[in-house]
């Protein structure tokens, strides 16, 4: 059974912690996803990466920082964290995408609350 | 500029009734659409895309390029299907997709 798995169900840190969101998936895909899901606004792309050490900013980069130093993991990091960065994390995989074929698998998600 | 657009945030049912949750969409060239799920407490999780034609759980989606709308539809309504919905397109030319903000789908028995 393929997966892609997050370190943590539930995360609660402090205004100004350094906070680290860990993705790994066993699908030996080249893309990994970082996405906030809020209620009203769906699913934001925060960053992507399509290669080892490879990323582009998505639509909500600010505040955020990403790292891939391996095929199978990708990790969100919030340098300094904020209130309004409470949020539901998503990660998701994908094979780059033949026409209409790139399925993204998601992980269970991150309830992050930052106080 | 690409998006996605789900009127709306709340669709309630009785079972045994029709469905239709709404999705409009612009771009510039041929799109690749898609619907994905999220039951209770379960991952999102794809249900269908238009390049497959499928039906996958009585739901169907039909691209209308006249009208930019992909619906999900399914004759009558089960109770499990209340999830969120949400309908996504496929960026131009990358792997990334934009999702509209989603419908909740709530059928009663």
């Known amino acids: 059974d393929v997966k892609v798995t997050q370190s943590s169900r539930y995360l609660v840190k402090r205004t100004g912690e350094k906070v680290f969101l860990e993705c790994v998936q066993d699908?030996?895909?080249?893309?990994m996803f970082w996405y906030r899901q809020d209620p009203g606004l769906g699913l934001r792309l925060i960053y992507f990466s399509y290669d080892v050490k490879m990323k582009e900013k998505g639509d909500i980069p600010e505040g955020y920082s990403v790292s891939r130093e391996k095929k199978e993991r990708f990790s969100l990091i919030l340098e300094s964290a904020s209130t309004n960065q409470t949020s539901m994390y998503l990660c998701?995989?994908?094979?780059?995408?033949?026409?209409?074929?790139?399925?993204?698998?998601f992980g269970p998600g991150t309830r992050l609350t930052v106080l | 500029a690409q998006r996605v657009t789900q009127p709306e945030k709340l669709l309630s049912v009785f079972k045994g009734a029709p469905v239709e949750l709404k999705c409009n969409y612009s771009?510039?060239?041929?799109?690749?659409l898609f619907w994905y799920v999220q039951y209770s407490r379960q991952r999102l999780q794809l249900l269908l895309r238009?390049?497959s034609r499928e039906s996958i759980k009585g739901f169907t989606a039909d691209l209308n390029k006249g009208e930019t709308s992909f619906h999900l539809k399914k004759p009558f309504a089960q109770e499990e299907d209340s999830a969120m919905y949400y309908c996504?397109?496929?960026?131009?030319?990358?792997?990334?997709?934009?999702f509209g903000t989603g419908t909740r789908l709530q059928v009663f028995p």
């Open positions: 998701a995989s994908s094979s780059p995408g033949t026409s209409g074929n790139n399925e993204q698998f």
């Open positions: 771009y510039s060239g041929s799109p690749e």
């Open positions: 238009h390049i």
């Open positions: 699908m030996d895909h080249e893309n």
């Open positions: 996504a397109l496929s960026r131009l030319n990358t792997d990334k997709l934009i």
